[in-house]
């Protein structure tokens, strides 16, 4: 068994259930892997906590939640406060450094791998492409979960069209942020 | 799914990954279902969406009813009209249908009712799992009869069993209950839908004797009768009284006894070729866990953690909860020494695994009363207790 699990999690508006659900068919239709994506999100449909959940596995996938967390891509405080005690101890986090503070808590993890995305996106013309940004920015530096070649194909297939350009100019440029 | 797959004709063959809400539409879809009535409800709410936007580009119809006791009597006049009909609901939705299903049965109407279950009983708890509706599937409606419930574990089986309860209801002419869970519901997962000329679809048998002669409610040695669609020249006969033959109110001991046994032994008869089920490393077991629906998924976990530590366990999954396994039950309770039954209420299927066990082997619930579901691990610490 090679179980990997990992959390997207941040406030509603940002793109979290679009990461999750990107990753999630990337690895499903692209890597010959199993992955189960879950969705959690409070009433509101902006501004609210929004996370999402996939668990990638070789094997059949019996537990279809995340509870201990191999991967944490966090892009806010309420987020990062909520869900940090789930981060296994070695567990990898990735944050947006301008809207989450770390802790004492962080210091469990492995590594932290830290990006503007925000602001990044905010160079493209809108902060919508934040999300896209950490994803490409998770991809560059993790070898166990999905290929940059099956992301960028689910991307130019799930993404409207006419967003598709400017959303692989952030990936590529999450991709090289270091 | 995308917006190009919706697009696409009734069956949309290809890879998937979407929700198990999204695979059970587009299970019915292929199944040739071509009406939906219903009134959504969390955390069903994403079949009747999903029917909205594929039905109208496929020559069907959708109708948004004014509550569910209108949809469920808006789908079996769909159903007498000619077309492959369902609806989509959760608890309490399904109790508000419960009296119309009873017609149904009754008529001998074929239909689809999908069952999203969340935690009860009333409002209980929108967003969160519960198995709690297994007993309401069998014996929601009022009088005797048979009826078949299934379960699905997985994205893909939300998709092969929806198709499957149309078949079964078209079969066996009756509303047929998909019974899935929150969590199957909302996860997303691959969905592989073949090509349409690799589904076995079964569509209600038809008359053939001509009109002046033909009884609407004479069976042959199947049990069921062939089904006229209003309008084909056919007397279409509908009522929840006890009726004869030629579908005519007949209010005595005798035409009660000849219909009721019918509607019952179409199904009691047919049990074998109607169940199915899982059998998961049962042969040298000694303990069996036996579950269905999301939980079956931790259950299979825990087998594989247990027989990682040399502990002889299996698992039977129900895939079909109506009718019950009744035999398959006996038979394991001949073999192993302790059954558990991990389920999300507190005890539905447990006290029937009781009855049907008769006594001969130690019967455990494992029970979460809504709202979680259990861990592998949480099975194997109750598989590991003596």
Redesign the interface.
Known sequence: MSRVEVRFAGFGGQGIGLMGRLLGEAVALGEGKNSVMTQSYGPESRGGASSADVVIDTDDIDFPKATDLDYFVVMSQEAYSKYIPKLKKGGIIFVEEDLVTLDEHADKAKKIFKIPATKIAESLGSRLYANIAMLGFLCANTDDIVSEESLLKVMKTKIKARYVEKNLVAFQKGKEHQ | M?K?NEDSPEVATG?H?TTGNHAAAEGSLAAGCKFFGGYPITPSSEIAEHMALRLPKINGNFVQFEDEIASIAGILGASWGGVKSMTATSGPGYSLMVENIGLGLMTETPCVIVNVQRGGPSTGLPTLIGQQDVMQARWGSHGDYETIAISPSNVQECFDLALECFNLSEQYRLPVTLLMDE?IG?????LVIPPKEELTIISRKKPTDPPDKHLPYKADDSLVPPMATAGEGYRVMVTGLTHDERGYPDLTPEAQDKAVRRINDKIRLNKDKIIKLEEYMLDDAKTAIVSFG?SA??A???V?RARKKGIKVGLLRLITLWPFPDEKIDQLADQVDRIIIPEINYGQVTREVERAAHGKTEVKGDFRLGGA?H??QEILKEIERN
């Open positions: 995308s190009k890879q990954y969590v909302h996860m997303s997962e691959r999301t998924r931790a299979k976990g825990a594989n579901i861990t592998p």
